[in-house]
């Protein structure tokens, strides 16, 4: 027959597991009930400041030497040398020693610089109207236009004119303070077409390993939709940082711009956006990048392009240092703990003090930390994880998750609480002296907490004799692992065979130690020792004021 308190512990175990849970679910439902619709795609759910740190400014010129050949009546040879734009775009840095991609159509044009030469030196030297462009031309007077012809390229035997041209490409990190007059970059690979990516490497200012980068992605999936285009309309500075513009890919994976925004792509191509980075709103990483304008279509590369041609060049995209503290201040950052991100950004600035972004974020942190939005210092706010892109798991998902924990649990319960009924009631069958039952950790006694009799016999429970005064439970039932019993004082403790118990599932130990018997020792424990009681049901030690065994509830009134 069960005990009163085995029937009310279950329920009370029940209760006690799921209150709690069932509050949470509770508050979880009402959260969603009141949150605003969800989006149709997630947009946008990533800090584009991962990325923004590592975007460039690319722009390309030449340099022509031209040696233009007279030879009406002597042979003259004028030289002059002349300098052009090429193209502007933008670009991103891969790796933090000044590996930079952008687009072949920012250092690679189809306009020729020697013809712009030759314009120029024909006007100069002969004293024609030539427009300085880069446009071939023709003159009324036949003998100078066949000089001119001729000193159009390519170059021939009859030709005119002689020129060698150096492209030079410079890039502008985006850095406060601006780098002065940009960082020289050399080419080393350019696509056949225009659209293809192009690779450069910086000569000067990449050797520490500290410019910012941006993180690259390995494919553009299926499921991209929602993009931001990372321009550059001018040289950085923190007065001209880099402009973010949303676009959508339709359908969704593809290289297509929906139609009701490529009016707004064309106008970016037109103000620097050739070679720009896209980034995947919900990763916050670079997928692609766009070119086009100036008579070009608009194209999407796609990352694996991009990674192919860094292959071409032997070059592998990494991030570097500076990148890592800077990743670990953004996971206070956005979550509000300002006061946390403070030393983290200050870290960022030591090791790259032109770190724009950082610059900037560390002024916002120390204008906000302490104050009541700041997660660190004022009202308790989101714990200083790692900035995580979108799931965009709805929040049903997680009220189900609840709910199934909640069922788990109290099946659980359940059982053991069943389970305990069931070995309450085998309890009482006769020839059982032990209950295989969990074991469970009572409250610690203090060593005195033993029942004590001070100035009365020793008193042998029922069915335990002999002179050794063995305070194993009767019929020699082992006992779980618990403190060892203070012995008598004057007699060595010499431990007593283990006994056999009757139900294999409890294994056997060592029961407590015995004092042999010896003429000079009593039987008892001496006057003002304590006494050690044990429940005759299941053979475990009592405390001392307890009315019930506190592993099995039997009464203190069937102990002795």
């Known amino acids: 027959m069960p005990r009163l308190h085995s029937l009310f512990a279950g329920p009370a175990a029940h209760a006690a597991i799921a209150a709690p849970l069932l509050a949470v679910s509770l508050v979880v439902m009402a959260q969603v009930a009141q949150a605003a619709p969800l989006p149709m795609h997630p947009h946008p759910s990533g800090s584009t400041d991962r990325v923004t740190p590592g975007a460039v400014r690319v722009e390309s010129s030449s340099h022509v030497s031209i040696t233009l050949l007279d030879d009406r009546s002597i042979i003259k040879q004028v030289v002059r040398e002349y300098d052009s734009e090429l193209a502007k775009g933008s670009g991103f840095t891969v790796t933090p020693d000044g590996v930079v991609v952008t687009a072949t159509q920012v250092v690679q044009t189809d306009r020729d610089p020697r013809v712009y030469a030759a314009n120029r030196v024909f006007a100069e030297y002969f004293k024609v109207k030539i427009p300085a462009d880069f446009k071939r031309h023709t003159l009324d007077d036949p003998d100078l236009n066949r000089r001119l012809q001729a000193c159009y390229p390519p170059q021939k035997t009859d030709s005119t004119c002689i020129a060698q041209v150096t492209v030079n490409v410079t890039v502008f990190p985006y850095l406060d303070p601006p780098a002065p007059g940009g960082l020289p970059a050399q080419i080393l690979t350019t696509g056949a077409a225009p659209a293809a990516p192009a690779v450069l490497k910086v000569a000067k200012g990449g050797e520490k390993g500290t410019l910012p980068t941006v993180p690259l992605g390995t494919a553009l999936g299926g499921a991209v939709e929602s993009i931001d285009v990372m321009t550059l309309t001018g040289r950085?500075?923190?007065?001209?940082?880099?402009?973010?513009?949303?676009?959508?890919?339709?359908?969704?994976?593809?290289?297509?711009?929906?139609?009701?925004?490529?009016?707004?792509i064309t106008a970016l191509l037109k103000n620097g956006a050739p070679?720009?980075?896209?980034?995947?709103?919900?990763?916050?990483?670079?997928?692609?990048?766009?070119?086009?304008?100036?008579?070009?279509?608009?194209?999407?590369?796609?990352?694996?392009?991009?990674?192919?041609?860094?292959?071409?060049?032997g070059v592998t995209p990494r991030r570097g240092p500076v990148d890592n503290v800077y990743e670990t201040a953004l996971a206070s950052y956005?979550?509000?703990?300002?006061?946390?991100?403070?030393?983290?950004?200050?870290?960022?600035?030591?090791?790259?003090?032109?770190?724009?972004?950082?610059?900037?974020?560390?002024?916002?942190?120390?204008?906000?930390?302490?104050?009541?939005?700041?997660?660190?210092?004022?009202?308790?706010?989101?714990?200083?994880?790692?900035?995580?892109?979108?799931?965009?798991?709805?929040?049903?998902?997680?009220?189900?998750?609840?709910?199934?924990?909640?069922?788990?649990?109290?099946?659980?319960?359940?059982?053991?609480?069943?389970?305990?009924?069931?070995?309450?009631?085998?309890?009482?069958?006769?020839?059982?002296s032990s209950i295989d039952t969990p074991v469970q950790t009572p409250e610690p006694w203090p060593a005195h907490a033993v029942t004590q009799v001070i100035g009365a016999p020793p008193h042998h429970p029922a069915g335990v004799g002999g002179s050794g005064g063995d305070p194993s439970p009767p019929g020699g039932t082992s006992q779980p692992s618990h403190p060892s019993w203070p012995s008598a004082p004057s007699a060595p403790s010499v431990p007593s065979v283990p006994s056999t118990s009757s139900v294999p599932s409890v294994p056997s130990v060592p029961s407590a130690p015995s004092v042999p018997s010896s003429p000079s020792v009593s039987s008892g424990p001496p006057h003002g020792q304590p006494q050690m009681n044990f429940c005759t049901q299941c053979g475990m030690r009592l405390g001392q004021g307890h009315r019930f065994c506190g592993f099995c509830g039997n009464p203190v009134d069937s102990v002795t």
Do not use: W, Y
């Open 236 to 264: 950085p500075s923190a007065k001209l940082p880099p402009k973010l513009d949303t676009a959508h890919l339709d359908p969704p994976g593809s290289r297509t711009i929906t139609e009701k925004e490529q009016d707004k």
């Open 275 to 313: 070679g720009a980075a896209l980034i995947d709103d919900a990763k916050s990483e670079v997928i692609g990048l766009l070119s086009g304008g100036g008579g070009l279509p608009t194209t999407i590369t796609p990352v694996e392009e991009i990674r192919t041609a860094l292959v071409a060049a």
């Open 334 to 432: 956005h979550n509000k703990q300002f006061a946390n991100a403070i030393p983290v950004l200050r870290q960022v600035l030591n090791l790259r003090p032109d770190h724009a972004v950082a610059i900037d974020h560390l002024k916002e942190a120390r204008a906000k930390a302490g104050a009541t939005e700041d997660g660190a210092g004022g009202t308790a706010g989101p714990s200083a994880a790692p900035v995580e892109t979108a799931s965009g798991v709805s929040p049903l998902v997680l009220v189900a998750g609840g709910f199934a924990v909640l069922v788990v649990l109290v099946a659980a319960a359940t059982a053991l609480s069943r389970r305990r009924r069931t070995v309450a009631a085998a309890a009482g069958a006769p020839g059982i």
